[in-house]
Every structure is written in structure tokens, then in C-alpha cells.
């Protein structure tokens, strides 16, 4: 599901309100990474990181602020 994250990133963050919070999940080691960083990029705070067996999820909290 990383690519599909990917692309819809900039249209669900034009819907979070600042503090909103979103949830990544059903991604693979392989996707992790670039998720993470698109996320970060967009103005996510990291607030958690879950990991079952080879399955991520990646929590988030929206801070326009720190778009970079």
C-alpha cells in the first residue's frame, strides 16, 4: 500500500486539521522508509511506529509548522 499512500499524502493532508493524526498502514519493510520521509516532508510529527510480522503502521501528527 506504499504507493497508494504515497499519492493520496497531499490530498489527505489538505483534510486534517493541525494536531489531526494519520495512520499508514499495511506497508512493507520496503516501503517504510519512503513513506516515513513523504510524511515527514508534508509536516508530520512521527508519533509511533508498529510493527507485526513483516506488516507496518505509521502514526503521524499534522504540524503545518514544520513542513519543510
Known amino acids: 500500500l506504499g504507493p497508494t499512500i ?3 499524502l497531499p490530498e489527505m493532508t489538505a483534510r486534517l ?3 489531526g493524526e494519520l495512520l499508514a ?6 516501503s517504510v522508509g519512503e513513506v516515513r520521509h513523504a510524511m515527514e ?3 508530520f ?3 509511533e511506529t508498529v ?3 513483516a506488516w507496518f503502521l505509521l502514526r503521524g501528527r499534522y504540524l ?3 513542513v519543510k
Open 6 to 8: 504515497l499519492t493520496l
Open 17 to 19: 486539521l493541525p494536531g
Open 25 to 30: 498502514s499495511g506497508l512493507v519493510t520496503a
Open 41 to 43: 516532508a508534508a509536516g
Open 45 to 47: 510529527q512521527q508519533i
Open 51 to 53: 510493527q507485526e510480522n
Open 64 to 66: 503545518p509548522a514544520a
